[in-house]
């Protein structure tokens, strides 16, 4: 019987045990703890040590959200990966598969940078609203530190490790109530990691480009600006589609960036501030696994219970920015 309701119904989180506070990146870069907490809200991040993968920490966190809904890994029907930095540029998500033993389930990557949870969601609810899958499970994952520049203040000081976890399945009541999703690909040079060929010649007719991805480029103000004009915007938009309005938000979580855009994003939506989820002191910004992370904890914390309406946001490079209204639970 094909279902077109969808409910979101576990949650899982996992970040590596590592970790480096304000402190201790003072002794990288000119830097300090007052410096870094009054423009970014950031303490500490945690980071993958090198034995530690994405896939790792991804299947800790799939584990923990397949049990709180009540199934088991042979249950899912398919897996997406939301993540920038996979194990393999083939893609990760078969390897979750593999270890967390989804049998049945078939696995994809999707790269949307710190907006990716929210893509896949809408994604993961496209499947189940056609009918096509009933047990979805989503992750959001990145190993940023991989791919940071340490000697760069500006952006070394922003991004930590981690994962998070969901599973959507099918449902006599549609939770799901509302998305929009948007990019502007004029705007990638604000944030991007980009790959450098380096010429190789094969033969005298033939050269190609090999090389490796130059570290995380950002331009900060313009990533700023952007986000505190854009995201109000496309939550008002998803705000409508779902048929609700920002008094009717129980919980605001957005992609945990930076505590001065998450201030001034819920100023714009007039949404208080006791309502708004932020956990980015802890973690810094995990792109893809932000929301998801910040998701968990506030409902293992008891804060965020069945019923309640979540609006979330997520922004970043692409540039790409989507926000999806939702009730948490069956």
């Known amino acids: 019987m094909t279902t077109t309701g969808i409910a979101i119904t576990g949650s899982g989180s996992a970040v590596p ?4 506070d304000n402190h201790g990146l003072s002794q ?4 300090s703890d007052d410096w870094i907490t009054s423009r970014t809200g950031i303490r500490r991040r945690h980071l993958a040590s090198p034995e530690v993968t994405l896939g790792q920490v991804a299947a800790e966190a799939s584990l923990q959200a397949i049990a709180m809904a009540g199934l088991d890994p042979g249950d899912l029907d398919l897996i997406i990966l939301a993540t920038s ?7 990760s998500a078969s390897q979750i598969q593999a270890r967390i033993g989804a049998t049945r389930a078939v696995a994809f990557d999707l790269t949307a ?3 990716g949870f929210v893509f896949g969601l809408v994604t993961a609810g496209q499947f189940i609203r056609t009918g096509v899958y009933q047990n979805v499970l989503l992750v959001g994952a990145d190993i940023l530190s991989r791919w940071v520049d340490w000697s760069d203040r500006r952006t070394c000081i922003l991004f930590g490790d981690g994962a998070g976890a969901v599973v959507l399945q099918g449902s006599d009541r549609d939770r799901l109530l509302g998305f929009e999703l948007k990019s502007d690909g004029s705007q990638n040079s604000s944030l991007n990691l980009a790959y450098q060929p380096e010429p190789k010649t094969l033969t005298p007719d033939v050269t190609i480009g090999q090389g490796r991805f130059h570290p995380i480029t950002m331009n900060g103000q313009d990533i700023y600006r952007f986000a505190v004009k854009k995201v109000p915007e496309v939550v008002e938009k998803a705000l409508f589609r779902a048929d609700r309005t920002a008094d009717q938000v129980d919980w605001l979580i ?6 001065r855009i998450l201030d001034a994003v819920a100023g714009r939506l007039k949404i208080p501030p ?3 989820i932020s956990n980015l002191a802890e973690y810094g ?20 219970r069945s019923g309640d309406t979540i609006a979330t946001a997520g922004f970043g490079a692409g ?10 639970g069956r």
Do not use: M
Request: include cysteine.
């Open 17 to 20: 045990s590592l970790s480096l």
């Open 28 to 31: 990288l870069v000119e830097t």
């Open 85 to 91: 930095t996979a194990d393999d540029l083939f893609g």
């Open 113 to 115: 940078a710190c907006s």
């Open 254 to 259: 957005l992609h945990q960036a930076n505590q």
């Open 274 to 276: 006791e309502k708004v």
């Open 285 to 304: 910004n995990t792109s893809a696994a932000s929301v998801p992370l910040a998701l968990d904890e506030a409902v293992r914390s008891g804060k965020v």
């Open 319 to 328: 540039l790409t920015w989507g926000a999806a209204i939702f009730e948490w």
